[in-house]
C-alpha cells in the first residue's frame, strides 16, 4: 500500500512569510533567509549541485556513512522512529531504513511538492513502515512532541545543513531537538557537519566553474519575485561566494551589477551598483567545535566519524 500521511505546517504562516522577506529586502544590507532557495528549481539546481566535482560535502559523507555503517547502526540500535530533518527527496534516509529498521518514518522538508513526490515514490517501497510527511521551516521552533509519542528516536540531520543556521541558532536548533531526546531512552541524533579547510577548496566549492551554485542563488530572486509579487532581473545581479575565516564561514550574496530600481511588494527600492544582498551563510566546524556546541545543546555523549582527509564529520550525539 502507498499510503503515507501528510501535514502542510507551512501554510498558515503564509502572511508573516512574507512580512519577513520584504522586511528582510528593505533592510540595509538586504537579506533574503536561504529556506527560500527551495522552489521546485531550487531543488533540482541543489540536486545538481551535489553532484560536482567541487562540492565536495555531499559524497564525503555517503563516504563516510558507508565506510563507517556497521559502527553507527550498532550506535544507534534498530526499531527507531525515525525523523528526517530537511529530508529533500528522502534518498539520503532511504540507505539506512534496511539497516536500522524504524518502525516510523516522518520526513520534514520546506518543500512541499519536493516531499510529495519524494514520498508517493518511497512509500511503496516500504510497505511495513508508517511514513507520514510534514511541511514545516525548521528554522522555527521544532515542536514533534505531538507526532512522535515516547518510542526512542532517530534524528537524522546530514548534508551539514546545520552550517546554514549560525553557532546561536544552531544551539538553539540542537537543545530543541535535545529536548526532544531526553523523552525516551535510545534517542539522539546523527548530523552531517562541514568541516574547516583551505579557503580555496571552500570558496571553489560554492562558486563552481559550470556556474551552477550561481544559478541557485540568482535563482532565489525569481522564487522571491513570485512570494512576494516584487520585480527583480535575476541577471541583473552577480553571484558572489567567500570565505570568512574569522567567522568560519562561506557567505553567499547577489551582487548588483548596475544602479537599479526594484519594485517589492507595492514600493520601490534602490540598490546601488556593487550594494549586496546576503543570501547564506555556510558555517563549517572543527570536530572540538561542534563536540563543544552538541554539550552546550545538552548532548552528554558524542561520536564523531570522518573521512581520511577530515573533509567531513558524522556526529552521533546522545
Ligand atoms: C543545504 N546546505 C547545507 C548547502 C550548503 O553547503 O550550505 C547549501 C548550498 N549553498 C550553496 N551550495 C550549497
Known amino acids: 500500500m ?15 512569510e512574507r512580512r519577513a522577506i520584504v522586511a528582510g529586502l528593505l533592510a540595509s544590507p538586504s537579506t533574503i533567509a536561504p529556506k527560500h532557495f527551495y522552489d521546485s528549481v531550487g531543488c533540482a539546481l541543489f540536486g545538481a549541485i551535489c553532484e560536482l566535482p567541487e562540492y565536495y560535502p555531499t559524497r564525503t559523507e555517503r563516504a563516510i556513512f558507508a565506510g563507517h555503517r556497521e559502527e553507527i547502526v550498532d550506535s544507534i540500535g534498530p526499531g527507531r522512529q525515525f525523523v528526517d530533518l530537511g529530508a529533500g527527496d528522502c534518498c539520503k534516509a532511504q540507505v ?5 529498521a524504524p518502525k516510523r518514518y516522518i520526513a520534514i522538508d520546506i518543500a512541499g511538492d519536493a516531499l510529495t513526490r519524494a514520498l508517493a515514490r518511497m512509500a511503496p517501497e516500504f510497505p511495513q513502515l508508517e511514513v507520514t510527511g510534514i511541511v514545516a521551516d525548521l528554522t522555527r521552533a521544532l515542536d514533534l512532541r505531538g507526532d512522535l509519542g515516547d518510542a526512542p528516536t532517530l534524528f537524522f540531520y546530514p548534508g551539514s545543513s546545520i ?19 531526553i523523552v525516551s531512552i535510545g534517542s539522539g541524533l546523527l548530523i552531517g557537519v562541514d568541516t574547516k579547510k583551505d579557503p580555496r577548496r571552500l570558496t571553489a566549492a560554492y562558486d563552481d566553474a559550470l556556474g551552477v551554485t550561481a544559478a541557485f542563488n540568482r535563482n532565489v530572486l525569481r522564487n522571491v ?11 541583473a545581479f552577480a553571484h558572489i561566494a567567500l570565505y570568512d575565516q574569522a567567522h568560519g564561514r562561506i557567505e553567499m550574496h547577489l551582487e548588483s551589477r548596475v544602479p537599479q530600481t526594484v519594485r517589492i511588494d507595492g514600493t520601490s527600492r534602490v540598490f546601488a551598483a556593487g550594494e549586496r544582498i546576503h543570501t547564506e ?20 555523549s558524542v561520536r564523531c566519524w570522518q573521512d581520511r582527509a577530515r573533509d567531513f564529520a558524522v556526529y552521533w550525539a546522545t
Not at 539506512?96 to 536500522?100: D, E, G, T
Open 96 to 100: 539506512w531504513l534496511p539497516f536500522l
Open 163 to 181: 552550517g546554514n543556521f549560525t553557532p546561536d541558532e544552531a544551539r538553539r536548533f540542537l537543545t530543541d531537538i535535545h529536548l526532544h531526546c
Open 281 to 300: 551563510y555556510s558555517y563549517k566546524y572543527t570536530p572540538a567545535e561542534f563536540t563543544t556546541l552538541l554539550q552546550d545543546a545538552g548532548f552528554a
Open 225 to 235: 519575485n513570485r512570494i512576494v509579487d516584487a520585480n527583480f532581473d535575476a541577471t
Open 2 to 16: 502507498s499510503d503515507y500521511r501528510f501535514f502542510d505546517r507551512l501554510r498558515a504562516d503564509a502572511a508573516a
